[in-house]
């Protein structure tokens, strides 16, 4: 009786594993060393997450992969911060890729944001 408690318990916390979040992913375009944070939603290697990709972590930081899965945040317990090296941060929506959405998408994921905070790489 107590095995089979075990193995349910077991069972169900494998079912509660963390995000994708601080996983590689790769964009549907090619962003050599960019200057500013890029990201896609949609992208399904991030399973219901957005594929991100920053300037370069600063020397000795945790991140592992750029570009990689990122998630709207509060505050760095929601990054996984220990784990993945990314801190929860502002980041700038690009007025061109707002006016490239269709409307529906940005009202579902966006509403009015234009700036918001996701799990990146921290800044220098």
Not at 29 to 41: G, K, L, N, Y
Not at 44 to 64: E, F, H, I, R, Y
Not at 87 to 105: H, K, N
Request: glycine share 6%; charged share 15%; with cysteine.
């Amino acid at each position: 009786m107590r095995l089979a408690l075990l193995a349910a318990a077991l069972g169900l916390m494998a079912g509660c594993q963390d995000p994708d979040v601080g996983q590689s992913c790769t964009l549907s375009v090619d962003i050599q060393a960019p200057t500013s944070d890029w990201f896609e939603t949609g992208n399904t290697a991030c399973d219901n997450l957005v594929c991100m990709q920053s300037p370069l972590p600063p020397a000795g930081s945790k991140v592992k992969h750029n570009p990689y899965c990122s998630k709207a945040c509060v505050s760095d317990r929601d990054c996984y911060s220990s784990e993945t090296g990314l801190v929860c941060r502002a980041v700038v929506l690009d007025q061109e890729f707002l006016a490239a959405l269709d409307p529906a998408t940005r009202a579902r994921y966006l509403g009015d944001i234009q700036i918001s905070n996701y799990c990146a790489i921290p800044l220098p």
